[in-house]
Every structure is written in structure tokens, then in C-alpha cells.
């Protein structure tokens, strides 16, 4: 697998064929706005969340009960932005009972969600989790964007793996670490 990018530079590289709402699996990264650090900090190669960097991952690790077509795989907080391996599936609407029917029946719910609602919900829901933790309505927490990769061979979903396991390990060489941006920053200028 080549060097991941940085991230948040990347904007919208979404491959303009592809139904992101098909059975799949994509990498996914989401950076918080201004690089700010809330999740927590990396101590000896390790992630510590903090309360909000809990949130992060309840509303991840929920995503499932909310979206029936979504399977997760691995997954990372990072002080100031999140990995993870998300596969859409070819879910079904839960059963609720014998003989229900929806309220209307011309207008069935949908079961099937696409990528960019998955992530829109989770990114507005850990949003507003976390304002209201700290007392910040309104306050964004995450850039407008996020980058995703189709994953396509099995050598790629293992290169990811690895990558998303071993991240807070290297942050101190992270393309996200503010500390890393600033050393870049001075050399550029000096």
C-alpha cells in the first residue's frame, strides 16, 4: 500500500462512477475543524480518550444499530481525526413483529443507506454530543468534508488494517499532528 495522503488537503476525490451506497468497503477518515485536538492526546503510541473522544467512539460503534446495511472493521481515534473501515452490506430492515405495517405504505422506509448519510448522521450526532458537553451549541467539530477510499483487493483492506492499527504509534510523524504541521511550517520559512 502507498503513503497515505493528508487528509484534510484531499478534498473530494469521490470516483464519480461509483454508487456509494452499494455493498462495500471504504476507508474512511474524518478530520476535526482546524485540526483542533479534542479526542484526547497520544501517550507512549497510545490513544487517551477524553470525554469527547468517548462520544466519538459510542456514535462509531452505534453506527450499526442506526444504519442496518452498515458492518464495521477497524477503527481509531486520533486526537484530531478518526479511521475507519466501514462495509455497507446488503442489509435488511429489522423486524419489529408479526403484522406491522408502516404508518404508509406507499412511501416504504428506506433500508439501504449510502456512505455519505452514514457519515453526515455520524458527524452531526457526535457534534452535537459533544457541544453539549462542553456547553458549545453550534460549535463545529468537524471539517465540512472527509476522504474515503473504495477498497478493492484484499492486500488493501490488510495494508488499511495495519495502517489504522499502528496510527497512534506514529503520530509524532502524523501529517495531522499540529506539532509535525508547525516543524514543516518554520522549515518552509526559514
Not at 98 to 111: E, L, M, R, V, Y
Not at 130 to 154: C, S
Amino acid at each position: 500500500m502507498t503513503k497515505i495522503p493528508n487528509y484534510s488537503e484531499l478534498g473530494s476525490k469521490r470516483l464519480p462512477q461509483h454508487d456509494y451506497s452499494q455493498p462495500g468497503a471504504y476507508f474512511v477518515t474524518i478530520c476535526t475543524a482546524e485540526r483542533q485536538c479534542f479526542f484526547g492526546e497520544i501517550i507512549e503510541g497510545q490513544m487517551k480518550l477524553n470525554k469527547s473522544g468517548l462520544i466519538v467512539a459510542q456514535q462509531w460503534f452505534g453506527l450499526p444499530s442506526h444504519y442496518v446495511n452498515v458492518s464495521l472493521d477497524e477503527f481509531v481515534i486520533m486526537p484530531n481525526h478518526v479511521h475507519g473501515l466501514i462495509s455497507l452490506t446488503e442489509g435488511s430492515p429489522p423486524s419489529v413483529g408479526a403484522g406491522f405495517q408502516p404508518a404508509d405504505a406507499s412511501h416504504p422506509t428506506k433500508s439501504q443507506h449510502g456512505l455519505p448519510e452514514i457519515i453526515r448522521g455520524f458527524k452531526t450526532y457526535s457534534s452535537l454530543e459533544i457541544n453539549r458537553l462542553r456547553d458549545t451549541p453550534g460549535n463545529p467539530i468537524w471539517q465540512r468534508n472527509y476522504y474515503e477510499h473504495v477498497v478493492r483487493t484484499e492486500a488493501d483492506l490488510n495494508g488499511i488494517r495495519k495502517y489504522i492499527v499502528e496510527n497512534p504509534r506514529k503520530w509524532a510523524e502524523d501529517g495531522e499532528n499540529p506539532a509535525v504541521r508547525e516543524t514543516v511550517r518554520a522549515s518552509w520559512a526559514g
